[in-house]
């Protein structure tokens, strides 16, 4: 029982770190870039639409659901010996650490600037200058740490296909 209920988290929870690390890079890789390439006050303008409507149930619940599941993941990697223990502790910590707390140290006070400026000010113009590669470069840290947290928590899925009910 307890084997299928950590075979179905970490499963959950592999597929939560997906979707947020295709997310992550679709932002590295191309949505930066192109707003970018807009004059200031467009990109401005539109990176504060995307800053408000990203709060959605949607992509928080996955985004914070995914962080609360790689704690519980961790809880069990540390209190029993399950297959892919290492993997999951790793996974789950490089989950947490490079996309939920990099997303709450670096990114967000980022957007809460861009937020509390007019698109078409002087301010907001040099704001944005030093925004884009910032918050850009924090991004791919983020987006590496949940592709890696995903790739490791799949080993942790292998693991313990390999050994059903050594819980």
Do not use: K
């Not at 949505?31 to 200031?40: G, N, S, W």
């Amino acid at each position: 029982m307890i084997d299928r209920a950590l075979f179905a988290l970490t499963l959950l929870t592999v597929l939560g770190c997906g979707v947020i690390g295709g997310a992550f890079f679709a932002f590295s890789t191309f949505v930066m870039e192109a707003l970018a390439r807009l004059p200031a006050p467009h990109g401005i303008a539109a990176m504060q639409s995307i800053n408000v409507v990203v709060l959605n149930r949607w992509f928080l619940s996955v985004f914070i659901g995914t962080a609360a599941t790689c704690v519980l993941l961790a809880i069990a990697a540390l209190a029993w010996d399950p297959p892919g223990r290492l993997y999951l502790l790793a996974g789950s910590v490089l989950y947490v650490a490079g996309t939920f707390l990099v997303t709450i140290a670096f990114n967000v006070p980022r957007n809460d600037a861009l937020a509390a400026v007019a698109p078409e000010s002087a301010d907001g113009s040099a704001l944005w200058a030093t925004y884009v590669t910032g918050w850009t470069a924090w991004n791919h840290v983020r987006t590496i740490a949940a592709l890696a947290a995903a790739a490791l928590l799949f080993l942790a899925l292998v693991e313990q296909g390999r050994s059903p009910g050594r819980l």
